[in-house]
Nanobody
Framework: QVQLVESGGGLVQPGDSLKLSCAVSGPGLILEHYGIGWFRQAPGKEREGVAC????????TYVDSVKDRFTISKDNAKNMVYLQMNNLQPNDTAAYYC????????????????????????WGQGTPVTVSS
């Protein structure tokens, strides 16, 4: 069983930055064997993908609305994944979730770099981000 715990959310003003952290854990877990995604859900809206990263080689994918503002990164030694968010805007307000997708099975890696919710097997509880003046 994989557990994910998000932290780092808070209340910021437009233009500010925030760094979210996702601690990934589980018996014998190897972060390299997973793709990790960040998702967000604003009040009254559906959950959407923001960014994802391959635990194997660090390949990344971003949704267009956050490109050039958000950066996803990982530290395999610490089993941590981060989301650096710069120039935050009110429409970035949401609960942010990290999720894990097993990409290593059958002796091969199967990272697709997609942000389909159904692809991710394990989810954290979320951390709230509010951007308001």
């Amino acid at each position: 069983q994989v557990q994910l715990v998000e932290s780092g959310g808070g209340l910021v003003q437009p233009g500010d930055s925030l760094k979210l952290s996702c601690a990934v854990s589980g018996p014998g877990l190897i972060l390299e064997h997973y793709g990790i995604g960040w998702f967000r859900q604003a009040p009254g809206k559906e959950r959407e993908g923001v960014a994802c990263i391959s635990g194997k080689d660090g390949k990344t994918t971003y949704v267009d609305s956050v490109k050039d503002r958000f950066t996803i990164s990982k530290d395999n030694a610490k089993n941590m994944v981060y989301l650096q968010m710069n120039n935050l805007q009110p429409n970035d307000t949401a609960a942010y979730y990290c999720a894990a997708d097993l990409i290593y099975y059958g002796g091969n890696y199967h990272y697709t770099g997609t942000l389909f919710l159904a692809q991710y097997d394990y989810w954290g509880q979320g951390t709230p981000v509010t951007v308001s003046s």
